[in-house]
C-alpha cells in the first residue's frame, strides 16, 4: 500500500500545508482517505477520482474534516466524475449530524447518504475497507477520537496513524509492531505547562514509538508556529529508530 500526506500541518493549514489528510491506495480496491481537513480536497484531486474513495474520520474537530462538503459537491454534481455508487464512511457517532451540517444550505442536516455509507467507529473493532483492515483504537482528546492500525490483508504490511491525543496506553496497542507510525506531535517540541489530554510532545511521540516497538516513525501536525527541528531532536532523545518529519506531498511504500 502507499500514503501519500495530503495535508499535516497541526490545528491550522500552514502555506504550502494543507490540514491533516492522508490518501492510502492499493492495487485494485478504493482508495481511502484519512481526515480531511482544510485544503486537503485540492491535492486529492490530482492523485485520486474522489468519487470512488472510501473515507473515515479520527475525530470532528474542523482541522481533520472541514473539506468533507467539498468532496460531496464533487462526488454528486461534477459532469464527468460524479459518484456511480456509494462508499464507505466511517467516523464518529455524531458525524452524519455534524458534518450533514456543515453542507446543509441551512438549519437543517444534510443526509449524505445517497452517496456515503456511514457507520461509527467501534473501539477494537476492525473493518475491512477494500484489500485493508482498519481498527479503532480510543485516545485521548477532548471530543470523541481515534487512532486507526491499518493492515493490508495480503501482505500484512501495517501502519498507525494517531490522529489527534495526547499519550495513552490505547495509542501504544494501536501501534505495536508497525512499519510505519504517523504520530502527532501537536505540541512541538516540549508539552510541560500545556493543557493535559490534547496532544503530543516530540518527546511524546519518541517514547511511543520505542514502547510499540515501530519501524519508522513520522511527526506530523506540527503547528506552522513550532520549531520542527527541535521537535525531531525531542523524539530522536526517546527513539534511536528512523525518524521523519512529515510534509505535505510525501509518498510512502507501506
Request: aromatic share 8%; with cysteine; charged share 20%.
Amino acid at each position: 500500500m502507499e500514503l501519500t500526506i495530503l495535508g499535516c500541518s497541526g490545528s491550522v493549514a500552514a502555506p504550502g500545508n494543507a490540514a491533516s489528510g492522508y490518501l492510502i491506495t492499493v492495487d485494485n480496491a478504493p482508495a481511502v482517505v484519512m481526515d480531511l481537513g482544510p485544503g486537503t480536497f485540492a491535492p486529492l484531486q490530482e492523485l485520486a477520482n474522489p468519487s470512488e474513495a472510501d473515507v473515515v474520520f479520527t475525530h470532528l474537530h474542523a482541522d481533520h474534516c472541514l473539506d468533507l462538503p467539498s468532496l460531496l459537491v464533487w462526488r454528486r454534481f461534477h459532469p464527468e466524475l460524479a459518484a456511480k455508487g456509494r462508499n464507505l464512511c466511517f467516523g464518529p457517532e455524531r458525524t452524519p449530524v455534524h458534518l450533514g451540517r456543515l453542507s446543509a444550505n441551512g438549519d437543517e442536516v444534510d443526509d449524505f447518504s445517497d452517496t456515503l455509507a456511514f457507520a461509527p467507529w467501534r473501539h477494537g473493532q476492525t473493518e475491512i475497507l477494500g484489500k485493508l483492515n482498519f481498527t479503532p483504537y480510543e485516545v485521548d482528546h477532548p471530543v470523541e477520537a481515534y487512532a486507526f492500525r491499518v493492515e493490508h490483508t495480503a501482505t500484512g504490511s501495517s501502519l498507525c496513524y494517531s490522529g489527534d491525543t495526547a499519550y495513552t496506553e490505547n495509542l501504544i496497542e494501536a501501534a505495536r509492531g508497525v512499519d510505519y507510525f504517523f504520530c502527532e506531535a501537536g505540541w512541538g517540541p516540549d508539552g510541560n505547562d500545556k493543557p493535559i489530554g490534547m496532544h503530543m510532545s516530540g518527546g511524546d511521540c519518541g517514547r511511543a514509538a520505542r514502547e510499540a516497538g515501530v519501524g519508522t516513525l513520522v511527526l506530523v501536525h506540527i503547528q506552522p508556529w513550532a520549531d520542527k527541528e527541535a521537535t525531531l531532536e525531542a523524539a530522536r532523545a526517546e527513539f534511536d529508530g528512523e525518524i521523519i518529519v512529515g510534509e505535505a506531498g510525501m509518498e510512502f511504500e507501506i
